[in-house]
Each structure stands twice: as C-alpha cells, then as structure tokens.
Nanobody
Framework: QVQLVESGGGLVQAGDSLRLSCVAS????????MGWFRQAPGKEREFVGV????????YYADSVKGRFTISKDNAKITVYLQMNSLEPEDTAVYYC???????????????????WGQGTQVTVSS
C-alpha cells in the first residue's frame, strides 16, 4: 500500500501562485509515476500533469502548460505542483496519484493509477 497526503491548497486571487505538496509513504518503491489531477464542481476529474521518480521530465495537460510546474524531491518522497497565474477556472479539488510508469499513466489515464490522496481544495477568486 502507498499513502498519499496532499497539502497547500487554499483561497487565492486570480493571478496569484500556489504550491501544492504530495507526500508519499508506504511501499513507494512499487510505484513510479506520480500524477496530479483535479476535479471541479460538476465536472469529471481531469489530468493535470505527471512526473516519475525514476526520471526528470514532467508532462502536462495543455490547459496548464506554461503555468504549472511539477517537481519532486526523491529524498523526501514528495512531489510538488507549482501553480502560477492562477485563473478562476483552476478552482478544483486537486489530487495526487501514484501508479506504474507506462504509456497510460504518462498520458494521464486516471484509471491506471493505483493510489490516491484525499485531495486539497484550491479556490481562485476573480
């Protein structure tokens, strides 16, 4: 089992920045891909981006490319989501997820991720 705990959400204004953290614990060696997803009220959960413990590159959804950055600290088993130039449309519950590294997870298929955090709320006011 892998446990994931997100933190860092909050209420900000449009144009502000926010950094989310996701701390992993447990059998983290069984997973490699660490994805970020979000779910806005009344909408389906959508892929934000992903990074792997073994590699250095991150991949992003078009909607956040250029504004969001995913990074990691392998020693702390922590993944970060730096969000800049936030827009009201970014309002959602943000989740981190862990799973194997394969084409599906790296392309953001949420159903291929095995473990999920409880989510953290991000609200962007206009």
């Amino acid at each position: 089992q892998v446990q994931l705990v997100e933190s860092g959400g909050g209420l900000v204004q449009a144009g502000d920045s926010l950094r989310l953290s996701c701390v992993a614990s447990g059998r983290t060696s069984s997973t490699d891909a660490m994805g970020w997803f979000r779910q806005a009220p009344g909408k389906e959960r959508e892929f934000v981006g992903v990074i792997t413990w073994s590699g250095g590159n991150a991949y992003y959804a078009d909607s956040v490319k250029g504004r969001f950055t995913i990074s990691k600290d392998n020693a702390k088993i922590t993944v970060y989501l730096q969000m800049n130039s936030l827009e009201p449309e970014d309002t959602a519950v943000y989740y981190c997820a862990a799973g194997p590294s394969n084409i599906a997870t790296l392309r953001g298929s949420q159903y291929k991720y095995d473990y999920w955090g409880q989510g953290t709320q991000v609200t962007v006011s206009s």
